[in-house]
């Protein structure tokens, strides 16, 4: 075994196998991949194979519809045989529901360059002959699915990487990681030591150990999962000798279950509701190629449903059940990337669907690793998604919810209820009183509405029960003032003698004087977003930034990737440290002025002024700055004393007819303003030309901050596509992102959020489009449930289009 390397991946399994390839092919072949025992001693090798397009992100769909196209560039490469069937398959609803659901995926699919066609129940049977189509209501027939032989999938990556140039180790197993002062791994082996500049942690079902040995927990959990195969049947036989295909396969999503052939019979797996973890706590190490005891019982309502839809099923004999333990993160998705705070250490673990991902994880890692970019969208996979707040006990909470949810549909306006609640500000209590309906966002509970005695959330692809209530609440701010808690968004200070030098390189807009505030666009090397934020000068305080909730973790990386070393700044996240209440309206300085004994008229404090002043008896640090696009405060406290800015906003707020108001007016209000948000609008695809930031951009400034050579070659050749607002002609049911656009007749671009605005009274969709038809008056449409709605382009907003209201 080599002494030194520049990367070291841990894990043999089709994840690692992966990494490894792909490093070799990018290049770097100085890579050795150590594994404990055999290649495929994890979940990989008793798994069934299945591999498919859709995912419920269209990103990692793309990622998914890549790894099913590598397989026949490794088999070629490698000389190893995959087994990959690509015989395609019918997704089947059982319900209206379901099949609204499945018409958006066929509509995403039209974007993204995933075949995909709504065919009839009868249809589905023709394609699928063991299906009985009375129990169906409509399907959808996917060419891309398929399935594979798992062990020689994982060989063929390690032998096609050997090819290359990297090495792989067996029997090797990996027991320590230490970090050398020089900042280089000490990657300690039953069989000496390798010293890396970078590790891989694709550990499959020791992740979480292999993450300890770095003081890492992972949010991942093993879960048992189970699938029969059937003796030979003779419907099989028939199908097989009358067409020379094999029977495609399926998913009854109602029935959750996938099925396809297996040699003459058939597999039927299942993600039942009474579902098990495995292992909760520490995995053995002596575990490799067992199965695990299966538990008939625990599957029976599924089969019971499977037997009725599929009736061959009741005439044949079950000839073997496996079990076995894959992980899972919360939210089903993988855990990629590198990790904050451990330079040179890289996860690729919580792999689900190995056959389906494992070819995407394994480029967006080495991209990373070797560019320093992914080099497409990868958030959803991102292993910076989860913060602390991502225990154990969470984690398991959640990978059970998720596991038993496998198959469910999730409505737009559905909030998944374990884990919950975790994370809440002080004011919690209060509005839960006043009926706040609550949501999640980075594991804090935030309103997203206040329902009236009796009222709950209706799930549905439709307007649904909160719709008059949302509009009140919109009404409350835009004719008198409302108030809204805005503790999720990501808060941080930044000082140091170097702090403002810093920022101007970090950020692309021009830094604001003392006492005010601005609008900050952060980009890549490559020019694209990585970041909005809003940042303010505090004076001798330093520097204070506002941004999206979800990426703290995601941009603390970002920023101490950056640090200088010598201390001459220093950022620190505020999280729970520090929590926030918004008022605005046109009544909003009223209720300010008669909380404050602070000067907060316009001459005193103009819009995008921040300073301290105290509220009631509370200090607080106030910024006239609002996202609903009306006059407005954000307002910044310590938690122990937002209970008492909150009730001094209120009882001042009683005269002028003050009301609360969640994310969903919220959403309705901005939506009146083309503001768009990070993680919808602003992604690390998009230019700020495209995204329409590039007023905020200080092209002419001094600093040469991050990306502004690419930035500028945007701004002079016009980059790709344009951010637009549309109304659509809807009638009761509005985007909720990833629709596809049409124009003339042709898919074109993409909704990234929209909604109704209550105010305007408009069905608004927010998208992209490429900058050639990025004027046009009319030619649009756009995609929802299965129906194209006339949309034109809104070029200026709805509401208050002057800015008159905000700056008044
Ligand atoms: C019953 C079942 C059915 C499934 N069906 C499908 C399917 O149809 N389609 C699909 O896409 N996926 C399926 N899966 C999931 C699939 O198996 C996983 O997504 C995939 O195997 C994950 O691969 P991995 O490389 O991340 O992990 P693993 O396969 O667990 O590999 C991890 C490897 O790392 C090694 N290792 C760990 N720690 C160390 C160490 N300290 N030192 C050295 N080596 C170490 C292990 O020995 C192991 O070989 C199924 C899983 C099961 C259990």
């Keep these: ?393 969470y984690t398991n909470a959640k990978v059970r919810e998720n596991y038993s949810r496998r198959f469910s549909i999730r409505f737009p306006n559905e909030e998944l209820p374990a884990g919950r609640p975790l994370k809440t500000t002080p004011v919690y209590d209060l509005l839960s009183a006043k009926g706040a309906q609550w949501g999640v966002a980075y594991g804090l509970e935030v309103p997203l509405w206040y329902a009236p005695e009796g009222v709950k959330d209706e799930f549905s692809w439709r307007r649904s029960s909160d719709f008059t209530q949302v509009a009140k609440e919109v009404a409350t701010v835009r004719d008198g003032v409302g108030l809204s808690e805005i503790s999720s968004f990501a808060k941080y200070k930044v000082t140091g003698e170097g702090a403002a030098a810093w920022l101007d390189r970090m950020l692309a807009c021009k830094l604001p004087k003392p006492g005010r505030m601005t609008l900050a666009p952060m980009l890549k090397e490559d020019g694209r977003l990585i970041g909005d934020f809003t940042l303010a000068n505090l004076g001798s305080e330093g520097w204070f930034l506002a941004g999206s909730g979800i990426a703290e973790q995601y941009h603390m990386r970002w920023f101490e990737k950056h640090l200088p070393d010598d201390g001459s700044v220093r950022i620190e996240a505020l999280g729970a440290k520090l929590t926030g209440l918004s008022i605005a309206g046109p009544k909003a300085r009223d209720v300010l002025a008669k909380a404050t004994r602070s000067d907060v008229s316009n001459a005193a404090f103009s819009f995008m002024a921040i300073g301290r002043m105290d509220i009631g008896m509370a200090p607080c640090l106030v910024g006239r700055v609002s996202y609903t696009g009306d006059l407005g405060y954000e307002i910044w406290v310590a938690p122990e004393y937002q209970r008492a800015a909150y009730q001094a906003l209120m009882a001042a707020g009683g005269e002028f007819g003050i009301g609360l108001f969640g994310s969903r007016a919220l959403n309705a209000l901005r939506l009146d303003k083309n503001y768009g948000s990070w993680g919808r609008e602003y992604r690390p695809i998009y230019g700020p030309l495209e995204a329409g930031l590039d007023r905020f951009v200080a092209y002419g400034k001094d600093a040469d901050f991050i990306g502004k050579a690419a930035a500028l070659a945007e701004r002079r050749q016009g980059g790709k596509l344009r951010l637009r607002a549309f109304i659509v002609d809807a009638d009761d049911a509005d985007v909720i992102g990833d629709e596809p656009i049409w124009f003339d007749g042709a898919v074109r671009g993409w909704v990234t959020s929209g909604g109704y605005t209550h105010h305007s009274k408009k069905s608004v969709a927010v998208g992209y489009v490429p900058k050639e038809i990025a004027d046009e008056s009319d030619g649009f449409e756009i995609e929802l449930l299965g129906k194209r709605h006339a949309a034109r382009i809104q070029a200026v907003p709805l509401f208050d289009a002057n800015f008159e209201r905000m700056r008044a």
């Design 1 to 393: 075994m080599k002494s030194h390397a520049k990367v070291v991946v841990i894990g043999g399994g089709v994840v690692g196998c992966s990494v490894l390839f792909h490093l070799a092919r990018h290049g770097w072949t100085d890579v050795v991949l150590l594994e404990r025992d055999e290649l495929t001693s994890g979940s990989t090798w008793h798994a069934a194979g299945g591999m498919h397009t859709i995912n419920g992100d269209p990103n990692v769909a793309k990622l998914q519809k890549y790894t099913i196209n590598l397989y026949k560039e490794i088999e070629e490469l490698s000389g190893q045989a995959t087994g990959v069937h690509l015989t395609g398959g019918v997704l089947l609803a059982a319900t209206e529901a379901r099949l609204d659901w499945l018409r958006g995926v066929v509509a995403k699919g039209r974007y993204l360059g995933i075949e995909l066609e709504e065919i009839s129940p009868n249809e589905a049977a023709e394609l699928m002959p063991l299906l009985d189509p009375k129990q169906f209501v409509g399907a959808v027939r996917n060419k891309e699915d398929g399935h594979l032989d798992p062990s020689g999938v994982t060989h063929a990556y390690a032998k096609a990487a050997r090819k290359l140039g990297a090495e792989v180790e067996r029997f090797t197993k990996v027991e320590d990681i230490v970090r050398r002062p020089d900042g280089l791994w000490r990657v300690i082996t039953n069989k000496g030591e390798v010293v890396a500049e970078h590790v891989v942690n694709a550990g499959g079902l020791w992740a979480r150990e292999v993450g300890r040995m770095v003081g890492l927990e992972l949010p991942v959990l093993a879960m048992e999962h189970m699938y029969l195969i059937t003796e030979d049947m003779p419907e099989v036989a028939a199908w097989n000798a009358k067409t020379g295909t094999e029977i495609i396969h399926a998913v009854d999503f109602d029935g959750e279950l996938y099925l396809r052939q297996e040699r003459g019979g058939m597999l039927m797996g299942t993600y039942e509701k009474a579902n098990k973890p495995w292992s909760e706590y520490q995995t053995p190490w002596n575990f490799g190629h067992e199965l695990l005891a299966p538990d008939i019982d625990r599957i029976a309502p599924s089969l019971e449903v499977g037997f009725r839809h599929f009736p061959a099923f009741q005439n044949t004999g079950i000839k073997q059940i496996i079990n076995g333990p894959f992980t899972f993160a919360p939210d089903g998705n993988p855990l990629v990337g590198p990790v904050r705070g451990l330079p040179g250490f890289w996860v690729a673990c919580g792999v689900m669907a190995g056959f389906s991902q494992g070819g995407g994880v394994g480029l967006a890692l080495s991209n990373w690793m070797i560019e320093g970019d992914p080099g497409a969208d990868i958030w959803a996979m991102d292993v910076a998604r989860y913060g602390d707040w991502a225990t154990m006990a």
